[in-house]
């Protein structure tokens, strides 16, 4: 029987310890895929193209796996390689014997 992929308006279905809960970011959305009982699903921030939450188990509730990623805000204004312009540009081939 092939898996079933499925967003989070579809998911709910009738048992409600599997259900999608609320995301916590505007901009996430859950995805999932259920095969054989086991159960996998991913809550997915559209804005800044990571997963938030990504879960998995089975049915019978033997094992449950869970791991959140929190964003934190950027710990550097500018990144490493826009502050070039104390170093002196080479060629490639100065570093080749």
């Given amino acids: 029987m ?3 992929k499925y967003q989070a308006e579809h998911a709910a279905g009738d048992d409600q310890r599997h259900a999608y809960p609320a995301a916590p970011a505007p901009d996430a959305r859950w ?3 259920e ?3 086991i159960f996998q699903r ?3 921030d559209e804005k800044k ?3 938030l939450i990504a879960e998995t188990g089975d049915r019978a509730g033997t094992f449950f796996r869970r ?3 929190k ?3 950027a710990l550097a204004k500018h990144m490493p390689w826009e502050k070039l312009q104390g ?3 080479k060629e490639y081939a100065d570093f080749l014997d």
């Fill in 87 to 89: 170093y002196a540009q």
């Fill in 49 to 51: 193209m990571i997963p």
């Fill in 2 to 4: 092939p898996g079933r």
């Fill in 35 to 37: 095969k054989n009982g």
């Fill in 42 to 44: 991913v809550l997915w």
């Fill in 67 to 69: 791991m959140e990623v």
């Fill in 31 to 33: 995805y999932g895929d």
């Fill in 71 to 73: 964003p934190q805000a």
